[in-house]
């Protein structure tokens, strides 16, 4: 199993950040998962973000996961995402400010609606938030048809 962590910021990558990376590529490998580590700084994030598929097409990795350097996982949460069997799967998290809403949508009437609660359980949305996101190659190939 192979996974490219594409890690994204509009400017430096911060040091608390790097504490929690560096636990779970350490885990990762106790689990035989190997990490490739992909830094890009753009002020653009989607910009930033094609850059990151770009680099995950060379190299030997099955899966792209989007970490961005305000979110703080813990060194199980691949592992953990994986298990689900899932082609597209994402960590929930909520917004920045009030009312601190998480970052996934549903569609009710034709139009995204921001969820207001979270089962404690995997479940289907809309939208998602890329920040804590876990993709298959085979997605990416789907897109290119």
Request: overall charge neutral.
């Amino acid at each position: 199993m192979v996974v490219f962590l594409a890690i994204t910021s509009r400017h430096t990558v911060p040091a608390k950040f790097l504490n929690t990376i560096i636990p779970m590529v350490q885990y990762n490998a106790s689990q035989n998962i190997k990490t490739w580590v992909y830094n890009d700084l753009d002020i653009s994030m989607d910009v930033s973000r094609n850059k990151c598929v770009e680099k995950f097409f060379e190299t030997d990795a099955d899966w792209l996961f989007f970490l961005d350097t305000d979110t703080f996982m813990e060194p199980n949460t691949i592992e953990l995402l994986l298990n689900h069997g899932k082609k597209i799967i994402g960590g929930i998290y909520t917004s920045r400010h009030e009312p601190y809403l998480p970052i996934a949508y549903k569609k009710v009437d034709g139009k995204l609606t921001p969820i207001t609660e979270i089962p404690n359980k995997i479940f289907q949305v809309d939208a998602l938030a890329t920040g804590c996101l876990l993709i298959h190659k085979s997605v990416f190939e789907k897109m290119k048809k």
